[in-house]
């Protein structure tokens, strides 16, 4: 008994003391962990389970330091774990990841994080840029250039594309033997080129490579085309909304959310802003509309085949199209503040989904009215489908007669006829614009607008009767361009030297017709500088009355030619008025024009004047616009006579007849050109003059040789 006693005694004294030893441990446990005594209660379920990170996190904290630790954990394919509307489980890492402060999460995925997102409290226990700031730098959601490699404090990396380097580097390292490359550098090329830097490609590509390299050799051949797979990934984590936006923003340049949601067909924009937040969705926030979708991403959905489950039919992209069209319809016919960049952005989208899918005009017809009235020319029409969209010459697939089937088709070649006419011969754009009229595919007021253009290129190229019978046309049918077509019929009269019918027709232009340039025009040929230079200067105030950017330039053009002649030093100002008019436009001939301005302003003197004729020459020549032409030879003439120079002066007014001698009794164009060289160094004219001078050739060859000596005075050379 007492050895059983003793022994009892012993077992119980030692249980007492362990346990007081626990019960000390764990009240210096509740003490430090703060939550241990509600863990210890709880039951163990999820939402328990997800704050067992914190024991770790103390246990962790409680290491000496040189025993401390960071663990590291990494959680790949984050967007797996839900979608935007079920975050249960999201909630549950959120959780562990906030209550581990002192580990290092590395969470990957196709998706950003949008824990620092205000309007997602509720939903998440932990949200708001105040407690998570290394987040908050990527709110916005789309990617943009400045923030696709992370921006300052932010902890929050969203992968951009590789550049063609990085892509070099991968699939040289991603497969190798003995140290060397696997894939070859010619493979290496093309998948670079293709992948548009896209890393997805890029480890499709390898894949590819290592399936193909079972039963033979890969060759470049291989890999120059698109993955189906490509659609499958993307599209794998996307709602079915968002995938019905993303096919539909493929048939579209750029688009914001309005246009994104029009073009699906939904009621709701929703979908569109979290497509937004998508990697493969790419932002310019000072662009008209924000949002583009990745190149190769979009060429993929749009040319590969689509194994997927809720793959569009012919039928759904033809219906996307139409409501793509309608929407920008409505953003350009709905906007009050006549915004030309809205106007081109809306026309360049909208012509190319009325060619590839054949669509009706509808308001492409008011918005090319819109776009010609300003004549700003930027380039406008969409490559060919079988043109790259970065080809070096966007020309060198031009469609003939066989390739315009539908109005679309003939309209996007007009425009790009008139666009193209400030960069290519004259000649090129009447063959293209005679090509549109000869099929007939546009409606009748279009097919005024290439008619007018086309008589407008003849009179450019000196085919005079051609021009009338087009200009006539254009007049007699009373539409958009009638008053145009009589202001060339006025030009093609004064080209002629018909100088009173002319003046006739300009005095019933009005401004629709340009009325002071006109005239302007008229008066210059008769030595009346500063009736002329008057004239262009009302049309210049004219035009800014009525906003016109390109008729005030071509006005102010003429206005600096006219003063040229006659006061250098006035003509300095006017010519740089012109230059900063100028900025921005795409008027070839008008920039000729005040080029060969300038040259006027320094003829009688050493000013290189005969290096930058050859310049001038050679620019006029390839624009094909025998105006500009004409008119430079004739400022070298003035040139020679102001300096007395009898020998050049004949040379160049044999080079000035040369010129303007068609051959054609008929197509009689600017003759009256060698009369004026004549006059302007008081030469006898070889036969008398056949133009019709308002107040005779005697009075125009003394206001002729008046400038001609007044510019030896300026000069202090006389004659």
């Known amino acids: 008994m007492p050895g059983v006693v003793g022994s009892a005694i012993g077992h119980i004294t030692t249980t007492l003391v362990r346990a007081l030893r626990e019960r000390h441990q764990m009240t210096q446990a509740l003490a430090g962990c703060a939550r241990l005594a509600d863990l210890l209660e709880a039951e163990p379920d999820l939402e328990a389970f997800s704050y067992y990170a914190h024991l770790m996190a103390w246990e962790l904290a409680q290491l000496p330091a040189k025993k401390a630790i960071t663990p590291m954990i990494l959680l790949d394919t984050f967007e797996d774990i839900g979608d935007r509307t079920n975050r249960d489980l999201e909630r549950v890492i959120q959780r562990i990841v906030w209550l581990m402060p002192a580990a290092f999460f590395i969470i990957t995925g196709r998706s950003r994080l949008q824990w620092a997102d205000e309007g997602l409290q509720g939903q998440l226990d932990f949200t708001g840029p105040t407690a998570w700031p290394g987040l908050a730098a990527h709110i916005p959601g789309a990617r943009s250039v400045s923030t696709a490699a992370g921006s300052g404090g932010s902890r929050q990396i969203l992968i951009g594309d590789f550049s063609p380097e990085d892509c070099e580097r991968y699939l040289a390292r991603r497969l190798t033997r003995d140290s060397q490359p696997l894939i070859d550098a010619s493979i290496r090329e093309t998948i670079t080129t293709r992948s548009h830097g896209l890393p997805l490609y ?3 590509a390898v894949m590819r490579f290592l399936e193909i390299r079972r039963t033979r050799t890969p060759e470049p051949a291989d ?30 340049d750029a688009f914001d959310t309005t246009l994104a949601t029009r073009a699906a067909g939904l009621t709701h924009e929703a979908a569109a802003l979290r497509l937004t937040e998508r990697p493969f969705i790419r932002e310019n926030p000072f662009g008209l509309w924000p949002y583009h979708l990745h190149g190769l991403i979009r060429s ?76 700003l020319w930027e380039p406008i029409a969409p490559p060919t489908p079988a043109t790259p969209a970065n080809a070096a010459d966007p020309q060198s697939t031009r469609p003939g007669a066989d390739a315009l089937l539908t109005p679309a088709d003939a309209l996007v070649e007009t425009l790009s006829a008139l666009a193209r006419r400030q960069h290519e011969h004259r000649s090129r754009t009447a063959d293209r614009l005679t090509t549109v009229v000869d099929t007939g595919l546009l409606p009748a007021d279009l097919n005024e607008l290439a008619v007018y253009y086309l008589a407008k290129a003849q009179r450019d190229l000196g085919r005079h009767t051609a021009s009338r019978q087009g200009m006539q046309l254009v007049a007699d049918g009373g539409g958009h361009l009638a008053p145009a077509a009589r202001r060339g019929l006025a030009h093609l009269a004064r080209l002629a030297g018909d100088f009173p019918a002319a003046l006739q027709v300009a005095e019933t232009l009005g401004w629709k017709g340009r009325h002071h340039r006109v005239l302007g025009d008229i008066w ?127 040379d160049a007014i044999s080079g000035l007849r040369a010129l303007t001698s068609t051959g054609d009794p008929i197509d009689v164009s600017r003759a009256y050109y060698v009369d004026i060289a004549h006059f302007m160094a008081d030469l006898p004219l070889d036969d008398p003059s056949a133009a019709s ?11 002729w040789r008046t400038l001609v000596t007044n510019r030896c005075t300026h000069l202090g050379t006389g004659q």
């Open 202 to 204: 890029l480890d499709l």
């Open 223 to 252: 890999f120059d085309h698109d993955f189906p797979a490509l659609i499958a990934r993307t599209l794998s984590d996307l709602t079915p909304d968002e995938r019905h936006v993303l096919r539909s923003v493929t048939l579209l």
């Open 300 to 375: 993929t959905i749009r040319s590969a085949d689509d194994h997927t489950d809720d793959r569009w039919s012919e039928q759904d992209w033809q219906q996307a199209a139409a409501r793509a069209f309608a929407a920008l319809g409505e953003q350009w016919t709905t906007n009050t503040t006549r915004s030309r960049m809205l106007l081109v952005a809306c026309l360049r989208q909208g012509l190319t989904l009325a060619r590839d899918h054949r669509l009706d005009l509808d308001w492409l017809t008011k918005a090319t009215w819109a776009y010609v009235s300003d004549w």
């Open 524 to 650: 210059w040929p008769h030595g009346d500088m500063d009736r002329a230079a008057a004239a262009y200067e009302a049309a210049r105030t004219e035009a800014e009355q009525h906003a016109v950017a390109g008729e005030r330039a071509t006005a102010q053009a003429q206005r600096a030619f006219t003063l040229a002649f006659t006061d250098p030093d006035l003509a300095d100002d006017e010519i740089d008025l012109a230059d900063h008019l100028l900025t921005g436009l795409d008027l070839r001939a008008t920039t000729l024009t005040t080029r060969i301005a300038a040259l006027l302003r320094d003829a009688g003197t050493d000013a290189d004047i005969d290096d930058r004729v050859q310049v001038l020459r050679a620019e006029t020549a390839a624009a094909g616009v025998t105006d500009a032409q004409a008119a430079l030879e004739l400022a070298l003439c003035f040139h020679h006579a102001v300096q007395g120079n009898l020998g050049p002066l004949t």
């Open 693 to 703: 001078w308002l107040d005779g050739p005697d009075a125009t060859r003394a206001r």
